[in-house]
């Protein structure tokens, strides 16, 4: 596939582009100001990280909304979900401690402030119908190349037709700017 922009070809996300994609996200994720904040210790932020990513695009998979670069899932990755599908908070943290490897250390912190961040972030969402964007990261490696427009424009153009609005949240100031370009 191809977006109608830019010459950067796509293919949705497979199974066997999971766990590249979820390391992509992650160092894309790194430096963000609200993971710094929940997971100060450098190494432990990067293990919860593939830990929430692979959680975020195993919940995008079957959405038909979720797309790599034919290159690989080492340069970016985009994943968007219907209306109506957007799990809750709740269930979001319940699925990542299932998932949770043995010997992983959930702080009392760590619980209290992400689950305060999920619902804030519920409680901000519309109420009404919409897609969401529920994850958008280009490896630092390749940011600037336009590969995370690229993305975006191609779900923004497949979800058009539904002639619904978009819902995305970012809390990287650099983000904000790049989006409105985009969008």
Excluded: C
Excluded at 98 to 125: D, H, N, T, V, Y
Aim: net charge positive; glycine share 8%; no cysteine.
């Amino acid at each position: 596939m191809r977006t109608a922009e830019h010459d950067i070809p796509l293919h949705a996300l497979r199974r066997d582009d999971l766990d590249e994609g979820a390391r992509t996200l992650s160092a894309a994720f790194a430096e963000d100001p609200l993971y710094q904040f929940l997971l100060p210790d450098a190494l432990r932020r990067r293990q919860w990280l593939e830990l929430i990513m692979t959680t975020m695009l195993q919940q995008t998979l079957s959405s038909e909304l979720t797309f790599v670069p034919d290159q690989g899932a080492r340069l970016g990755v985009i994943g968007a979900l219907p209306p109506g599908s957007h799990p809750s908070p709740l269930k979001k943290v319940g699925v990542m401690l299932r998932k949770m490897p043995r010997g992983f250390l959930l702080s009392w912190r760590l619980f209290r402030s992400g689950l305060g961040f999920l619902r804030a972030i519920e409680k901000a969402r519309p109420k009404w119908p919409h897609y969401y964007i529920q994850i958008i990261g280009v490896h630092p490696k390749h940011k600037g190349a336009g590969i995370g427009g690229n993305l975006l424009r191609h779900v923004l153009t497949l979800v058009d037709e539904a002639q619904l609005p978009v819902y995305l949240e970012t809390s990287n100031e650099v983000n904000r700017y790049r989006l409105k370009t985009v969008a």
